[in-house]
T-cell receptor
Framework: KNELEQSPQNLTAQEGEFITINCSYSVGISALHWLQQHPGGGIVSLFMLSSGKKKHGRLIATINIQEKHSSLHITASHPRDSAVYICAVPNAGGTSYGKLTFGQGTILTVHP | GAGVSQTPSNKVTEKGKYVELRCDPISGHTALYWYRQSLGQGPEFLIYFQGTGAADDSGLPNDRFFAVRPEGSVSTLKIQRTERGDSAVYLC?????????????FGNGTRLTVT
């Protein structure tokens, strides 16, 4: 089973700051997901990437397959970005890319 | 509906009782997943359906847990003889196919509390 480690576990920022959340994994993967979970709410898929970099609005996700590491960046952070951010990878040898192993999550709080 | 719908949103039950949790995936999505998220933890995989069949139930913790998807759309997760340790948020997700390029869509979860 893949072991995922996210850092930091908790992150507090002021509005406007640049945010970086990291995810390392132990076993080679075909793809990595970044997910967002608001308190009391469901999970929203932000990115699924297998190489390089993806950008969507103020969010950027990068992955380095050789180093087994991915980062999620938020530019010009805003209080509405406050949420738990989770990385997840498909289980090795699985028949479905939706059978995921999840990291423990990073709790982000952005103050006005 | 437009997204994955889970009902009820909250369920409180007494230890030993039977509960059913429902998931309505996005119309046309063939793949459906159940996860369980305990407080302060990331979700853990329970079971995956492709169409009507359970393609992978390796995450079900024991035989008190069972899930069905009889018509390949709505799924029901069933828990018998509930225990306090079953208290968690149960999440459902669906995707058009189980393939690599098919995004996952999550529901808002059912928060189960066993007293």
């Amino acid at each position: 089973k893949n072991e995922l480690e996210q850092s930091p576990q908790n992150l507090t920022a002021q509005e406007g700051e640049f945010i970086t959340i990291n995810c390392s994994y132990s076993v080679g993967i075909s793809a990595l997901h970044w997910l967002q979970q608001h308190p009391g709410g469901g999970i929203v898929s932000l990115f699924m990437l297998s190489s390089g970099k993806k950008k969507h609005g103020r969010l950027i996700a990068t992955i380095n397959i050789q180093e087994k590491h991915s980062s999620l960046h938020i530019t010009a952070s805003h209080p509405r970005d406050s949420a738990v951010y989770i990385c997840a990878v498909p289980n090795a040898g699985g028949t479905s890319y939706g059978k995921l192993t999840f990291g423990q999550g990073t709790i982000l709080t952005v103050h006005p | 509906g437009a997204g994955v719908s889970q009902t009820p949103s909250n369920k409180v039950t007494e230890k030993g009782k039977y509960v059913e949790l429902r998931c309505d995936p996005i119309s046309g999505h063939t793949a459906l997943y159940w996860y369980r998220q305990s407080l302060g933890q990331g979700p853990e995989f329970l079971i995956y359906f492709q169409g009507t069949g359970a393609a992978d139930d390796s995450g079900l913790p024991n035989d008190r847990f069972f899930a069905v998807r009889p018509e390949g759309s709505v799924s029901t997760l069933k828990i018998q003889r509930t225990e306090r340790g079953d208290s968690a948020v149960y999440l459902c997700a669906s995707s058009l196919t189980p393939g690599r390029n098919s995004p996952l869509h999550f529901g808002n979860g059912t928060r189960l509390t066993v007293t």
